[in-house]
């Protein structure tokens, strides 16, 4: 039975109606909050995930670029094989942060209507209070991730068109057309990290401040 419901509550969600999926994971004692919290952290791991490759990307970047002996179709290979890995992370980085978006959306939603349910206002007062302040966390935390995912492309982008031109240009003469370019790719990877650091480590912080707050 309880694995049935885990394959309709799965289904629901594939389907696109977040309505009903929320109120599955409600009936199967999964809160919002819960839910948020699952997926900020999903959305840190693809970051984490994207980090690795970007970071793998420019250290055979490097040896390309640097090549001083060995086998260069091997290092080209290595550093191709880095670029899809880095394409896919970005795409998973891009629907885990609608995934948070939306769970958030409809946590902040039933927050805001449970609000009138207090007859106790002082609690009301302190439950509203509390609102604001995890929505204040939280759209720094969206404007973090945000920013360090619009990094990704640009990134990306110059890095495909180095890797296409080595693919048909695998020669000692277009290794040293792209030493040229190799800081200015650097630069731009070295500022992506960062910023994906400065998301990762919010996504953590906020995490973490979930789970001590009770569930409104």
Known sequence: MRSLTIVCIALLALSGCQGAYFAA???????KRQMLSGRVED???SQKNTQK????????????????GGDLEKRYNALNDDLQASEKSAAAVHQ????????????????QGELGQYSNQDLRAASAKQLERTQTEYRELLQNMKTAESRIEPVLSVLRDQ???L?????????????????????????LLKDMQRSIDGADAF????QRNAAP
């Not at 994971?25 to 809160?31: E, H, K, N, P, R």
């Not at 939306?102 to 927050?111: K, R």
């Not at 020669?171 to 630069?187: C, D, F, P, R, T």
Request: hydrophobic share 45%.
């Open 53 to 68: 490759h970007v970071s793998s990307a420019l250290e055979n970047y490097r040896a390309v670029v640097h090549f001083d």
């Open 167 to 191: 693919k048909h240009n695998l020669n000692a003469e277009a290794i040293g057309a792209l030493k040229g370019e190799s800081g200015n790719l650097q630069n731009n990877i070295y500022g």
């Open 207 to 210: 995490v973490r401040q979930l």
């Open 96 to 111: 885990r942060i609608e995934a948070v978006e939306t769970v958030a959306d409809a946590l902040f939603d039933e927050w």
């Open 163 to 165: 890797v296409l031109f």
């Open 43 to 45: 959305a840190r791991d």
């Open 25 to 31: 994971m409600d009936s199967a004692g999964i809160s």
